[in-house]
């Protein structure tokens, strides 16, 4: 009889033990293993890092030629010291790795289209379907394009191979005890990293910039609305403020000329109820030098002001990398090797995203509904079926079979976004082509002067963006730099009749023909995302959206600058002063100036609204009330363009308040969920009354008789995973077209002013996050007050090892195998 | 006095063995300490010996922690802080308690039935 209440007792404990020991899944999401995730000797507790923890260690390291040293400063940035290049990259992934490896991997994994290896499908196959996604733009086939043109340089191949094997090499000393912490939540391990992941992870930046294009919703407009609409609503210019760079008449080249005339314009339309999510339009980026003339102490002086989707953790790791030959500090980007926006004893530099059309779409015919043929050029031509396979997560894998045509992978057909199952569309986009970026930041790391970061750029492809410069020898410059395709009027704004090679892209612009200067009159350059020349530029220019506000408001700054100090430029970066508020508001409020029957909270609003100094402060209730105004009136305005399974893009918020104050009686106007004929004037009040019926529901949830804009905005930085309690709230003004661009989840992800003394370069920057991917480790946000509160640290920019001698020290040896 | 000894055992000897083995094997400390320190109270003698360990460890590394983790992950699993800590001290409870009950049945089972 004891027996049996022996193995009863024996199977409940090890059944107990397997339950504790496995994740289950629970309602879309997961349940950790218990007894693992739990256990205070191996699981989360033991990533809780202890407040007189050490940083200083010494470790073998098998791959090193040489001895190598890693100080460790305050903010947890490493300075690493080696005798050569091999070691210094090396050092870097293995460093790297030791404070980011889960995001490297989830972010790369992500880009390749991997996540439902890790979370499942998820509700409704979200997940997968993300995966497809990605697998169907060509990332992984993009990247590998990458690496091959990386591995064609001998200096850009040594640095991916030393930095995979750094990552390895930390790889490989992991127990489940030291895994990080999200590999524990989810209850998986980290695989080995490849060179791959490297180029996966750059173009996952190109994705995130240049996915902004319109071409199926102008497509679908044009057919809906006509041409004359689509040039009232969408012109190419806008002729807001400066370009990026003003150089009338002087653009002194011949153009690059295509005989072929422009494509036919599409008859289409379109049918996709879920597009895959387009770039963020709120993303964008501020960058500017001020040459010597203009500061106090003679000396140029840059900004870098990067606005990317906030997450934690963060986009940026911050690094010093010192050998023969190299001394460069800055950001890198955790799973690719070099600095990419920095500064040397020379030189530095910052980048803001170029905006141009980089993308295209082509419809397909196939031959039948094989796919193994498609009509090109009046001939039926053989396409390329890949299949893709997605290991799901609890379940069986799938497969999906993704058609590779002269254009590209056709992203969208019968098995994917179906809707509109009787048409195909390929997807041609700079990055699936060969190009060396890391040669690029390779070069650039080591520049001396101007000469040098322009022959740097010359690698550059893509993302195409605008790289400010300021060097000790005194120079300023700004250069647009990217592969841009020779466009022919209108190309590049609609789907494109995949069946013609001719609608391809027949040339690029040379290098040297690229928008550039150096050593402006005004003393300074800048971008932020606007126009990038002159009328008189001579090719032809098309993006889905130029910026029109930021760039005007850092030009009117910069211009009035003198004795510039680095504390001038700081205020710039965090400068919460609303131009598009100052332009549009006394307009709206002339409009309901003799609006009847107001209510308590519309007399308090137009109280508000009307003694507003336009700063988007955090204590200001006036931007709560034109925020909410503004949020209200978008959508009413453009009614026309909600449609279901057709997808439609609204004009820019600057041609909108231009159409409004112009042309109020436009039939846009109109809403057509009432009976009434309205126009501008009308569209104006009752957005105000939904936008103080807005605030006031906002009031009352929160219990407040006040609504501060920061409160209002209630902003995030968002874990990568978008769980909550990892997040972390913000309390901060500014707002997208503001130069402190911080809207809900977007911002200033990496800033940086860089004052370029002869005597010894200086740098202060701060950025919404922290240096460790650890939630358990106060690193992990420490940056977070000193960005809210637009304080910087002054950054360690050490000469030599003697300058480090009070800082922690990693030591890492060569071991033998 | 039995009881105390069974239960030291399984806090020390859960301690030491969970330095080198992974978490499950406090089941084999527990096990062993039911089958050759069989006491009259086997189940709380396991479930107390590894809860307090458990607990009490998990206590001290977030008091000496430099970030609130605990509090991220009771936020993960929608509960308080402290029941987080009773839900570590439960979880390593429960397993130590069924071994020690495991092992603690053998014994009495062995002389009975020496074929088995």
């Known amino acids: 009889m004891k027996i049996i209440w022996f193995l009863v007792s024996l199977v409940l404990t090890l059944a107990l033990i397997f339950a504790l020991n496995s994740s289950w899944p629970l309602g879309g999401t997961r349940i950790p293993p218990l007894g693992k995730f739990l256990s205070p000797f191996e699981g989360f507790w033991q990533n809780i890092e202890a407040k007189d923890q050490t940083l200083s260690a010494e470790l073998n390291i098998s791959g090193l030629d040489e001895e190598v040293s890693i100080y460790v400063d305050s903010l947890l940035i490493p300075h690493i010291f080696t005798n050569n290049e091999a070691d210094l990259y090396l050092a870097q992934g293995f460093v790297t790795a030791k404070h980011r490896l889960w995001q490297m991997e989830f972010q790369t994994h992500a880009a390749a289209g991997r996540i439902s290896e890790i979370i499942g499908a998820g509700k409704d196959n979200a997940v997968l379907n993300y995966d497809r996604g990605q697998r169907r733009l060509g990332m992984v086939y993009g990247a590998q394009h990458a690496l091959e043109a990386m591995e064609k340089d001998a200096n850009s191949k040594l640095a991916v191979e030393k930095y995979t094997e750094g990552i390895n090499q930390y790889i490989q000393s992991l127990s489940y005890k030291d895994l990080p912490f999200e590999y524990k939540l989810l209850d998986y391990a980290p695989e080995q990293w490849t060179k791959l992941k490297c180029a996966l992870l750059l173009r996952s930046m190109a994705q995130t910039l240049n996915m902004g294009d319109k071409d199926i919703e102008m497509t679908n407009t044009l057919k809906l609305f006509g041409k004359e609409t689509v040039d009232l609503l969408f012109p190419d210019m806008e002729n807001v403020g400066d370009p990026i760079v003003d150089n009338t008449g002087q653009w002194n080249f011949n153009p690059v000329t295509l005989e072929s005339v422009p494509s036919a314009l599409p008859n289409e339309l379109i049918k996709l109820s879920g597009k895959l999510p387009p770039s963020d339009p709120t993303t964008g980026s501020n960058n500017w030098a001020v040459s010597g003339s203009k500061t106090a102490n003679g000396a140029p002086m840059l900004s870098s002001d990067p606005h990317l989707n906030l997450s934690l953790p963060s986009i940026w790791y911050a690094i010093q990398l010192h050998a023969p030959g190299i001394n460069v500090m800055g950001v890198s980007l955790p799973g690719a090797p070099h600095v990419i926006i920095g500064f040397n004893d020379s030189v530095s530099w910052a980048v803001t995203n170029a905006q141009r059309d980089l993308v295209d779409w082509y419809s397909i015919e196939f031959r039948d509904s094989t796919k193994s043929e498609y009509l090109l050029d009046s001939n039926w031509v053989k396409s390329n079926i890949v299949e893709e396979r997605f290991n799901v997560r609890g379940q069986n894998a799938f497969i999906d079979n993704v058609v590779y045509t002269h254009w590209g992978p056709v992203t969208y057909d019968d098995t994917y976004h179906a809707e509109d199952n009787l048409k195909h569309h390929a997807f041609r986009w700079i990055a699936h082509d060969e190009s060396n970026e890391s040669l690029t930041f390779y070069k650039l790391n080591r520049a001396n002067n101007h000469q040098d970061y322009m022959e740097a750029l010359n690698h550059y492809s893509g993302p195409a963006q605008n790289f400010a410069f300021a060097s000790t020898g005194g120079d300023v410059a700004m250069r647009v730099q990217g592969k841009f395709p020779v466009r022919r009027k209108d190309e590049g704004k609609f789907v494109l009749d995949g069946r013609k090679t001719s609608n391809g892209w027949q040339a690029f612009i040379p290098n040297e023909q690229n928008v550039m200067y150096k050593n402006p009159e005004r003393g300074f350059v800048s971008s932020a995302n606007q126009y990038p020349a002159d009328a008189t530029y001579p090719y032809y220019i098309t993006a889905s959206n130029f910026e029109a506000y930021r760039n005007r408001r850092i030009n009117q700054v910069l211009s009035a600058l003198s004795n510039a100090k680095p504390e001038d430029l700081m205020n710039l970066q965090n400068d919460n002063y609303n131009l598009k508020a100052a332009e549009s508001l006394p307009y709206f409020l002339e409009q309901v100036a003799d609006l009847a029957n107001l209510t308590e909270a519309e007399k308090v609003a137009l109280d508000k609204l009307k003694s507003w100094d336009y700063f988007n402060n955090v204590d200001s209730e006036g931007a709560s009330y034109y925020e909410a105004w503004w949020d209200a009136l978008m959508p009413m305005t453009w009614d026309e363009f909600r449609k279901e399974n057709v997808s439609l893009s609204r004009p820019t918020t600057y041609h909108t308040i231009k159409l409004l104050k112009e042309q109020p009686e436009l039939a846009w106007f109109d809403r057509q969920e009432t009976p009434e004929k309205e126009n501008a004037k009308a569209l104006l009040q009752a957005a105000f009354r939904k936008g103080v019926a807005d605030i006031e529901a906002w009031k009352k949830s929160k219990n407040s008789t006040t609504v501060p804009w920061a409160e209002f905005k209630d902003s995030y930085i968002g874990h990568l995973l978008r769980i909550d309690a990892l997040s972390i709230k913000i309390k901060h003004g500014g707002n997208h077209d503001i130069v402190n661009a911080h809207s809900r989840t977007h911002g200033p992800s990496w800033r940086m002013i860089t004052s370029m003394e002869k005597e010894g370069v200086k740098a202060w920057a701060t950025y919404p996050g922290g240096q460790s991917g650890n939630p358990g480790s106060k690193y992990y946000d420490q940056f977070v007050s000193h960005w809210t509160s637009a304080r910087y640290y002054p950054l360690a920019f050490l000469r030599s090892k003697e300058e480090a001698t009070s800082l922690n020290h990693l030591h890492l040896n060569p071991s033998k195998k | ?116």
């Open chain 2, 1 to 116: 006095m039995k009881f105390l000894m069974q239960f030291l055992f399984i806090v020390i000897g859960s301690f030491v063995i969970q330095l080198f083995l992974p978490w499950w094997s406090i089941a084999i400390v527990a096990f062993a300490a039911g089958y050759l320190l069989k006491s009259s109270q086997n189940f709380l003698a396991g479930f107390l010996g590894v809860a307090l360990l458990w607990g009490a460890y998990a206590f001290w590394i977030d008091l000496g922690g430099a970030a609130p983790l605990a509090d991220r992950v009771a936020g993960i699993l929608s509960i308080s802080k402290p029941l987080l800590f009773a839900l570590t001290a439960v979880v390593g409870g429960f397993v130590g308690g069924f071994a020690a009950l495991s092992g603690s049945i053998l014994k009495q089972d062995k002389r009975k039935n020496l074929y088995y």
